[in-house]
């Protein structure tokens, strides 16, 4: 796909002023819900003041006994005043189409509800048997009954069924019968709201879905008009153990061409047939009763929701991956793809959702981020946030949706309202003076990385069938092909200044076989015909298909499932640990990275005149580079990602401090080197360039004095010499000093503690200049120096775990809300909320002078 027609000087641009679309989001947990129209006002007004640009609204729990249930006149009321408030605002406001997750509730009933398959076996002598046919509990369905002779029997045989009846014929001796039973898995919604308990539905059926569309999703589209909804949302699928549905024998025969009930017993281990079905060999059928699974979930929930979403003139968003078992390329019917999951060298669900948007030319992908960060509630600091911001852009998101704001009623007691899980990033926290910093960081970069086209030299094979032979029950898709692949091979790509892709069957048949550079087989064994025939297609237009041995896996030899041996497919067969090499064998890296220690990730986004790297520093340490882009005859800048200021780059010394950043942008080399820096406008930098060659540095100290609790002040004498042209004067708080989370910590945080714990708020004789927050924790004062005597203040903020700790009331509100609702969550990790808790300048700051000579 062509790249969109940005040139350098509009990406830059876009950076310093991105558009607001690109603006970060909140998911917004409705309690109960039990809402107050002034607290919704109050609370989108402070979104926006801090840059966040919509809400997703979530209706989850009761935290007390509540007279507003799901879906009730004055919960559609509170819906409908929000989202008119987000418009007026400004904001996007998302709806989830459902409370909890995964869809479902009281109006879905056992025809509608998810189902699985359990296996039973019952041991029988010679006579002939009579059993009536009416199930053990409610719900459960006989699907099949099979014979096999001997008490250890493995071979079996489909046995009549007459009415209610399955008839059993005599015997010569001992018998087992194996019985298929379609059974209801129970699963209730989970983290319901008020009036929104019930079974989960069914997502390999189109009629459960438009159930619950049609009684749920019509209701909150009734209360709010479409055009007020910026997309309707669904959550990952969480449907555990299903992997049934009524009409699958009928599909199955329609799609696979032979009669699924003969020969259901091989996804049993060591199972045979006898009778009709005896030639289907397990592999092939566990084959094709998972792709049948995938369709179906596909067909029945995914396109039944998008459908609907378009008859009802919205957008529906959806985190495509989980059980039951959705495929990759599934993602690319809906109007909106979003992943979760951190690990930027690894395969989380971010990459699942990322790798089908970027196949399908988009360039707005987002991400559920900040889910369990720093947990408990309220420990989390903007530089947690910023840290893990930085791995989902390396891992291709382009837009994230934060995890999230808890709504709290202005009379709750104590710290308020809480989700039982962190992150809790709303106004309460005593750092958010940061969060407008933080949003327009992470603004100005998701909208740079929406321009152009992305670059992924190296795409992984998504090996489905292995895994569906491997797992012929309940399956998520996603966890079992990251599981099957390993974290080795995606982390020598990354490190070593390849990006990726994964691509599955259905992504290969629109790629273009030669824009595959890189095709990765890892520990592949199975390759449907049509797939084989594409390969051998992009080794035939000089691409490098590397068959390596996956984690747990011994490296693939022997047919394939088609036309050509799969030795015959690859360029080579790499063993394990052998990647990297195999990889600079075929392509040199995009961006080779030099003195990195691992923790240094590559975006690449290719524009009209130039390419764009956005380069960060996921480490606690400060590292100096030496960068080596593909195109080594281009002229490079670096630009600030907080600012778009620009300035020149030394590519063999580039310095990236702890979860810091910077974008290097590469004009297209030309013949004439005049032509090439009039293209860079000679890369001047927008700021320091005013430095005379020559210059002297001074470290001044600073007296504080505590006027207040963590408040600083300290008196500053200009020096006239300080107001010279050429002069500068930066505020330096300190180094970082990493600080690695213990081996039991729950969810991402930054291992580094700052000179400041968490952010100092900057003050001249009353003005605020400045917050720092982040490394290297240094502020330039020059521009807002003036002569005679001033007044610096330091405003220290923590986080709100001190007040978490100390709350006497968050017990009683959980007992009150089990008392009243019964018990759907737990308050997690609230005995770790003062672990290496701390508050306060770790150093006494000091004034670096910059002088003239």
């Known amino acids: 796909m062509p790249a969109r027609a940005v040139t350098l000087a509009q990406a830059r641009a876009g950076l310093a002023d991105p558009d607001p679309s690109a603006r970060p989001m909140m998911r917004w947990w409705w309690f109960g819900p039990e809402v107050e129209h002034a607290e919704i006002d109050r609370e989108l007004r402070a979104m926006a003041a801090a840059g966040i640009g919509g809400a997703e609204v979530a209706f989850v729990y009761p935290l007390r006994e509540t007279t507003t249930p799901f879906l009730s006149p004055a919960h559609r009321e509170a819906l409908a005043h929000a989202a008119r408030t987000a418009r007026e605002l400004g904001l996007r406001f998302d709806v989830t189409l459902g409370s909890g997750w995964s869809y479902g509730g009281g109006h879905i009933g056992p025809e509608h509800a998810a189902r699985r398959l359990h296996w039973e076996r019952r041991d029988i002598g010679l006579e002939s048997l009579a059993v009536p046919l009416d199930g053990g509990w409610p719900g459960d369905e006989l699907v099949a009954a099979y014979l096999g002779e001997g008490a250890d029997a493995a071979d079996w045989q489909l046995l009549p069924r007459t009415g209610g009846t399955l008839t059993i014929p005599p015997g010569r001796g001992p018998r087992r019968v194996l019985l298929a039973w379609s059974r209801p898995t129970g699963q209730q919604v989970k983290r319901a709201a008020a009036g929104a308990e019930g079974p989960v539905l069914d997502h390999f059926s189109a009629a459960a879905t438009r159930r619950h569309l049609d009684v749920v999703g019509t209701a909150l ?57 005896a030639d289907v060999d397990p592999a092939r059928l566990r084959i094709d009763l998972g792709r049948t699974r995938s369709e179906l979930v596909e067909d029945g929930f995914v396109a039944t929701c998008q459908e609907w979403a378009r008859e009802h003139g919205v957008r529906f968003r959806l985190q495509g991956y989980g059980e039951p078992p959705i495929e990759l390329s599934t993602n690319r019917l809906v109007d909106l793809i979003e992943g979760e999951g951190v690990g930027w060298k690894g395969l989380p669900q971010t990459r699942w959702a990322t790798s089908a948007a970027h196949l399908d030319g988009r360039d707005v992908v987002s991400t559920e981020i900040w889910t369990w960060v720093h947990s408990p509630s309220f420990r989390a600091t903007p530089l947690d946030l910023k840290g ?50 933080l949003t327009r960081y992470l603004t100005g970069l998701c909208w740079l990385l929406r321009q152009g086209r992305g670059v992924a030299d190296v795409k992984i094979y998504v090996p489905a069938d292995d895994v569906r032979v491997e797992n012929p029950g309940p399956l998520d ?34 790629l273009d076989p030669a824009e595959v550079p890189i095709l990765v087989l890892p520990g592949t064994r199975r390759l449907p015909a049509g797939t084989a025939h594409r390969i051998a297609a992009i080794r035939a237009a000089g691409g490098a298909v590397l068959a390596v041995a996956a984690s747990g896996t011994t ?23 052998g990647l990297a090499a195999a990889l600079r064998a075929a392509l040199a890296p995009d961006l080779a990275l030099d003195g990195d220690g691992g923790e240094i990730g590559v975006v690449h986004r290719r524009l009209e005149d130039g390419d764009v790297y956005f380069v960060a520093n996921t480490g606690p340490r400060t590292r100096t580079l030496s960068l080596r882009p593909r195109d080594e005859h281009a002229a490079y800048e670096a630009w600030d990602p907080a600012t778009g200021h620009r300035r020149p780059v ?28 009039e293209t860079l406008a000679a890369a001047r930098p927008d700021t320091d360039d005013t430095a005379p060659a020559a210059h002297r540095r001074e470290r001044v100290g600073l007296r504080l004095t505590e006027v207040a609790e963590h408040v600083h002040e300290a ?22 000093t990493p600080a690695p989370a213990p081996a039991d910590a729950h969810g991402y945080r930054a291992e580094v503690h700052g000179p400041v714990r968490e952010i100092a708020v900057v003050r001249l004789d009353g003005v605020q200049v400045g917050v720092l927050w982040d490394a290297p924790f240094r ?9 005679g005597t001033s007044t610096l203040r330091l405003e220290v903020h923590g986080t709100a775990a001190a007040a978490l700790a100390a709350d006497p009331h968050l017990d009683e509100t959980v007992a009150g809300a089990r008392r009243a609702s019964g018990d759907r969550f737990t308050l997690q990790d609230l005995d770790r909320a003062l672990d290496e808790h701390a508050v306060g300048l770790r150093e006494s700051p000091v004034l670096e002078v910059r002088l003239p000579v």
Do not use: K
């Open 779 to 787: 502020l330039d004062l020059t521009e807002h120096l003036r002569a």
């Open 555 to 577: 490296p693939p030899a022997g047919p394939a499932e088609g036309p050509q041996p799969m030795a015959e497919l690859a360029t080579a067969h790499v063993p394990e640990g």
């Open 715 to 736: 008196a500053l004498e200009i020096d006239p010499a300080w107001l010279r042209p050429g002069a500068g004067v930066v505020l330096d708080l300190g180094p970082c």
């Open 388 to 437: 893990e911001a930085h791995e989902h852009l390396l891992l291709g998101s382009t837009h994230f949706v934060g995890h999230g704001w808890p709504y709290s009623p202005p009379d709750a007691p104590g710290l308020g309202w809480v989700f039982y899980a962190a992150g809790a990033l709303d106004d309460r926290n005593p750092w958010w003076p940061a969060m407008p910093e």
């Open 650 to 677: 030394d590519l063999s010394a580039v310095e990236l401090h702890p979860y810091a950043a910077i974008v290097l942008a590469g004009a297209d080399a030309v013949e004439n080197a005049a032509a090439r820096a």
């Open 477 to 510: 898709l996603w966890r079992a092909v990251a599981a099957r692949i390993g974290p080795d091979i995606p982390a020598a790509i990354r490190e070593n200044g390849y990006d990726l892709d994964l691509v599955d069957d259905r992504a290969l048949e629109t």
């Open 221 to 277: 589209l009734d209360a709010v008009p479409a055009e007020l909804i910026g997309s309707v949302f669904s959550d990952s699928l969480e449907v555990y153990g299903a992997d049934w549905t009524p009409r699958l024998p009928e599909e199955f025969r329609r799609r696979r061409g032979y009669d699924l009930l003969p020969v259901l017993p091989l996804v049993l281990d060591g199972a045979r047939i006898t009778g009709e079905g």
